[in-house]
Each structure stands twice: as structure tokens, then as C-alpha cells.
Nanobody, 126 residues
Framework: QAQLVESGGGSVQAGGSLRLSCVASEYDYSSHCLGWFRQAPGEEREEERAGVAGILPDNISYYGDFVEGRFTVSRDNTKNTVYLQMNNLKPEDTGMYYC????????????????WGQGTQVTVSS
């Protein structure tokens, strides 16, 4: 059973930074697209999760429009780990952040994700 375990969430004030990590176990994800999604408070359906950032096996990365250059996604295939460095956080970044993996070569939308982590909460206060 594939497992993705996130860490690094927490509460910060606006303008602060957090670094999320996701360790993948029980499976080799080096050939997968790895990404981060977030779900705003009050949203419950998996399909409502918004793509924050994704990174392909060859380290090509992409971001949601709302990121606006504030976040950086990276991966270390030797550790089966993906990271999300978040700077200049805003209150609207508040939500549950999920690590995700896809075998399909893209991970920009929730519908193509094969594996999800349990999520880590990020709260940004003004």
C-alpha cells in the first residue's frame, strides 16, 4: 500500500514562511509526478482540492496562478521526498495541504491523482 506522509504545517502570521515535506514509502515514486494540493476550510470533496504546485520526474515544476512566485516545490528522489517551501504566506493560503502522486505524467488536477497523503494543516493569521 503506497503511503505519503506530510509534515511541516503549522500556524504563522501573514508574511511568514513554512516548509512542507512529504515522505513516500512502500513504493518508488521517482517516475511519478509529485504535487501539493490544498483544500480550503469548509470544502470536503476531494475534487475541490486546488493544485498548488507539481514537479515532474525530470524536475520540471509548475504552480497554481495564486502562488505568484511565493512557493518553491522540489524533490529528492534518493529520499522519496517532495518539499514545498512557502514564503510570504497570506491568510487566504490557509487550508489543509495534501501531498499527491500521479502515474499519469501530470499532477495538476485532483482527478488525475493516484495517491494522496492525509494532509497537514496550514493556518495563516492576519
Amino acid at each position: 500500500q503506497a503511503q505519503l506522509v506530510e509534515s511541516g504545517g503549522g500556524s504563522v502570521q501573514a508574511g511568514g514562511s513554512l516548509r512542507l515535506s512529504c515522505v513516500a514509502s512502500e513504493y518508488d515514486y521517482s517516475s511519478h509526478c509529485l504535487g501539493w494540493f490544498r483544500q480550503a476550510p469548509g470544502e470536503e470533496r476531494e475534487e475541490e482540492r486546488a493544485g498548488v504546485a507539481g514537479i515532474l520526474p525530470d524536475n520540471i515544476s509548475y504552480y497554481g496562478d495564486f502562488v505568484e512566485g511565493r512557493f518553491t516545490v522540489s524533490r529528492d528522489n534518493t529520499k522519496n521526498t517532495v518539499y514545498l517551501q512557502m514564503n510570504n504566506l497570506k491568510p487566504e493560503d490557509t487550508g489543509m495541504y495534501y501531498c499527491a502522486a500521479s502515474r499519469k505524467g501530470v499532477c495538476s488536477a485532483a482527478r488525475v491523482i493516484d495517491y494522496w497523503g492525509q494532509g497537514t494543516q496550514v493556518t495563516v493569521s492576519s
